[in-house]
C-alpha cells in the first residue's frame, strides 16, 4: 500500500464536517491483476427521493519542487483511476481533493484553467487549518 498525503487525514475530516460518510479507507480499485487504490470513498444521502451520492477521492499536497510535474502526475493518476472506475462500471464521481493554496497558484492561472474549462478533471478544495471543503467544481 502506498503513503497516505499528508492531508489524507485533513481531507477525511472535511467530508465528515460535510455530512459525508467515509466508506472506504483506502477506496480498492483492480484492473487485471493490477491493483491500485484511491484515497477515499465516501457517500451521503441526497434525499429520501433521490437516494445516496458517492464518491471517490484522491488527494494531493503538490510539495514537490515543480508545481507543474506536481499536476502532470496528480492528472495522469486521476485519469487512470477514472478509467479503472469506468470499467469496473463503479458509478462513483471521482474528485481531486487540493488545497486553497493549490486552487490559487495552479488552476486560477491558464494552465489549469484549461483544464476546469474542459472539464478534464473535478475539484474538491479545502482549507487545510479549518479542515474545511470550500468549494467543489464543478458543482
Do not use: C
Request: glycine share 6%; charged share 30%.
Amino acid at each position: 500500500m502506498s503513503a497516505k498525503d499528508i492531508y489524507h487525514d485533513t481531507v477525511k475530516r472535511a467530508l465528515q464536517k460535510d455530512g459525508w460518510t467515509i466508506t472506504h479507507d483506502p477506496f480498492p480499485l483492480q484492473i487485471g491483476r493490477k491493483r491500485l487504490s484511491a484515497d477515499l470513498g465516501a457517500e451521503r444521502l441526497i434525499n429520501a427521493e433521490k437516494g445516496t451520492e458517492k464518491i471517490v477521492v484522491e488527494v494531493k499536497s503538490f510539495v514537490g519542487r515543480s508545481d507543474v510535474k506536481d499536476l502532470e502526475q496528480a492528472l495522469g493518476q486521476y485519469i487512470l483511476y477514472r478509467q479503472v472506475l469506468n470499467e469496473m462500471q463503479i458509478k462513483r464521481n471521482l474528485y481531486l481533493a487540493i488545497s486553497e493554496e493549490v486552487f490559487n497558484s495552479v488552476f486560477t492561472i491558464e494552465l489549469g484553467q484549461v483544464l476546469l474549462k474542459n472539464n478534464l478533471v473535478k475539484l474538491l478544495v479545502f482549507d487545510k487549518k479549518s479542515e474545511a471543503i470550500l468549494q467543489w467544481i464543478p458543482d
